[in-house]
């Protein structure tokens, strides 16, 4: 059987809308055309209230899939999330959708609608003319409990076929920021192919000794160096034990380094119109260029005027510059820190997150409601006040 990996649309991304529909609807319908079960660890939408306009996105792009005429299908479903297909297209929520427990992310939306078999917690088996595949989704888990709900459910392969666990984590060995984040060899023992999503970038890495397999977010995030690569995704086909990573077309992204040590300001401006001159053309790429160094002394700062260089070459070109790396005599206003160049603006609530289990640790604090499950109701709830609410209560066990 062809299972294909794809990961982290981020429907609804504001700054590239039409880049994350377009690119997650070609690596859909490529996906569809070559493989036989679909897997999705995570990340379809960039919102945990998607807009009714990016759930129609969503909905457009797995009616059209379900439509197709499968061979695989889904034969059996143990678990939390939700089936109401036997189309064999798997995905769980990812840190983007993750809402608190027992209240509806998008991603139990689609499955509710029947678009796709969400497999929140969940085992799904998929048969294809007499083979058999197992996929054990772990989904919507907050990174410090992860280890939790492994070490409370146990999940197990099932003897006699292919089987697949399937998640959407920080990965210490990838993102080493966090003592928190689970460790690959950590991840529960027997399966197959580990299938993870969360982070942007692709990674091919082992996981006691087989394949451990990240594909990679289907469109541009972050604008950092690693980016740079093409989008796409893994097929893993168990007939051959062996996996391929299939190109999409995504718009191009290129990462500038520009070192200014000893100019000034003007010098720069015309330094950044070169760049953006020789690297625009028809297809617009996102053009990120870093400045860093020490401006020429007697400069307070950097002051320049891109606005003009952007707007000249917005038909070619998509022009993003960083200046956090921009020296003055005297003091720096770098800024540095890339530690988490590969994942995506969620990390940010992930290490957030293990600030706040910190100060509770510090604090004392000894209830046996996890910290991230706290944190999961202070951070998603759209009012404040209901938030706190629901949390002092859970906290006092009103
Ligand atoms: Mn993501």
């Not at 091919?204 to 990679?216: D, M, V, Y």
């Not at 070192?259 to 720069?268: A, F, L």
């Amino acid at each position: 059987m062809r299972i294909a990996m794809l990961s982290d649309f981020h429907l609804g991304y504001e700054r590239f809308r039409e880049d994350a529909y377009r690119q997650a609807k070609e690596a859909l319908e490529t996906a569809a055309a070559s493989a036989d079960v679909l897997l999705i660890p995570g990340d379809i939408f960039d919102n945990r209230h998607p807009t009714p306009d990016v759930l129609a996105e969503a909905i457009n792009l797995f009616r059209d899939l379900s439509r197709r005429t499968w061979k695989a299908h889904v034969v059996s479903f143990a678990g939390e999330g939700r089936s109401y297909t036997s189309i064999p297209i798997i995905a769980i929520p990812g840190t983007h959708e993750r809402r608190a427990e027992g209240v509806e992310d998008p991603v139990d939306l689609l499955g509710l609608a029947g678009l796709l078999v969400d497999a929140t917690n969940a085992s799904v088996v998929v048969e294809k003319d007499g083979e058999k595949i197992a996929v054990r989704g772990l989904g919507g888990i907050a990174d410090d409990r992860f280890r939790e709900i492994v070490a409370r459910e146990n999940p197990k392969p099932v003897e006699g076929m292919f089987n697949v666990l399937f998640f959407h984590q920080s990965v210490y060995e990838l993102l080493p920021f966090d003592k928190n984040f689970i460790r690959t060899d950590e991840l529960p023992k027997g399966f197959d192919l580990y299938v993870n999503g969360h982070i942007h970038g692709k990674v091919e890495a082992k996981a006691h000794g087989k394949p451990f397999l990240i594909s990679g977010s289907t469109v541009l995030t972050q604008l950092k160096a690693g980016e740079q690569e093409p989008k796409g995704f893994f097929i893993y086909d168990t007939a051959v034990g062996g996996y391929t990573f299939n190109r999409i077309r995504s718009r191009r992204f290129v990462f500038l380094k520009l070192k200014i040590d000893g100019r000034e300001p003007g010098q720069i401006e015309g330094e950044i119109e070169r760049l953006v001159r020789e690297n625009c053309s028809d297809d617009k790429p996102i053009l990120r260029i870093e400045i860093s160094g020490k401006l020429k002394a007697g400069y307070k700062n950097l002051q320049i005027e891109t606005q003009e260089i952007v707007r000249r070459f917005s038909d070619n070109a998509i022009v993003e510059i960083g200046r956090d790396g921009v020296e003055v005599a005297g003091g720096s206003q770098s800024q540095g820190g890339d530690g988490i160049a590969l994942s995506d603006g969620a990390s940010i609530k992930d290490y957030g997150l293990g600030v706040f289990a910190e100060r509770l640790r510090e604090n004392g604090y000894s209830l046996d409601r996890n910290p991230g499950e706290l944190f999961d109701i202070l951070s998603s709830e759209g009012s404040k006040e209901k938030a706190v609410k629901h949390a002092m209560g859970l906290l006092l066990g009103q």
